[in-house]
């Protein structure tokens, strides 16, 4: 009986260890991205991080094809002092919902008319400037929208927050 019981008690023992080592190797993981350097900044402002500066310069909201959503199209200059290259296909708009918006470089009808961003912009290349563009729904327009870059290279998160935007 005094078997049974010391042997429960170290199985129950064993197993609230192992679920709080799943918990410890689930928050290291969280803890790891967020060991990431990070700044923000405001449209027309630039902001520097190890060596990769960002600023956007204007943001243009035109009419979608669909319905209900928005073009941004954005005009972002981008300079790399660091080693690894920076890519702005990589780049997202994020709004206060945590809702990702993905690039759409200059593939939309109106193409033509932007000047798109190489796809790496590399140590010593110098400055870049060109347009970037999100189809975002309507409602995103208002819920503090921000430009992000993140690199798992350069350890580096840059947000630029777009504050609220017209509708179109």
Same mark, same amino acid.
């Not at 204007?58 to 200059?77: F, Q």
């Not at 140590?123 to 208002?142: H, M, R, Y």
């Given at each position: 009986?005094?078997?049974?019981?010391? &042997?429960?008690?170290?199985?129950?023992?064993?197993?609230?260890?192992?679920?709080?080592?799943?918990?410890?190797?689930?928050?290291?993981?969280?803890?790891?991205?967020?060991?990431?350097?990070?700044?923000?900044?405001?449209?027309?402002?630039?902001?520097?991080?190890?060596?990769?500066?960002?600023? $956007?310069?204007?943001?243009?909201?035109?009419?979608?094809?669909?319905?209900?959503?928005?073009?941004?199209?954005?005009?972002?200059?981008? $300079?790399?002092?660091?080693?690894?290259?920076?890519?702005?296909?990589? &780049?997202?708009?994020?709004?206060?919902?945590?809702?990702?918006?993905?690039?759409?470089?200059?593939?939309?009808?109106?193409?033509?008319?932007?000047?798109?961003?190489?796809?790496?912009?590399?140590?010593?290349?110098?400055?870049?400037?060109?347009?970037?563009?999100?189809?975002?729904?309507?409602?995103?327009?208002?819920?503090?929208?921000?430009?992000?870059?993140?690199?798992?290279?350069?350890?580096?998160?840059?947000?630029? &927050?777009?504050?609220?935007?017209?509708?179109?």
């Amino acid at each position: 009986m005094k078997f049974r019981s010391l &042997f429960a008690f170290f199985t129950l023992g064993l197993l609230l260890n192992g679920c709080g080592m799943l918990q410890n190797s689930a928050a290291t993981g969280v803890d790891a991205a967020r060991n990431y350097d990070h700044a923000s900044g405001v449209q027309n402002f630039s902001v520097l991080l190890n060596g990769v500066g960002m600023q $956007v310069e204007s943001v243009i909201p035109r009419p979608a094809e669909r319905g209900g959503y928005t073009y941004l199209v954005l005009t972002v200059s981008l $300079v790399n002092e660091s080693s690894h290259p920076v890519v702005p296909g990589s &780049f997202i708009l994020v709004d206060d919902a945590a809702n990702q918006y993905i690039s759409q470089q200059t593939n939309v009808p109106f193409g033509s008319e932007l000047t798109g961003l190489p796809l790496t912009v590399n140590k010593g290349d110098e400055g870049v400037t060109g347009n970037i563009v999100f189809e975002v729904p309507n409602s995103a327009l208002q819920a503090n929208l921000r430009l992000r870059w993140e690199s798992a290279a350069h350890e580096s998160r840059i947000e630029i &927050f777009l504050g609220a935007l017209p509708q179109v």
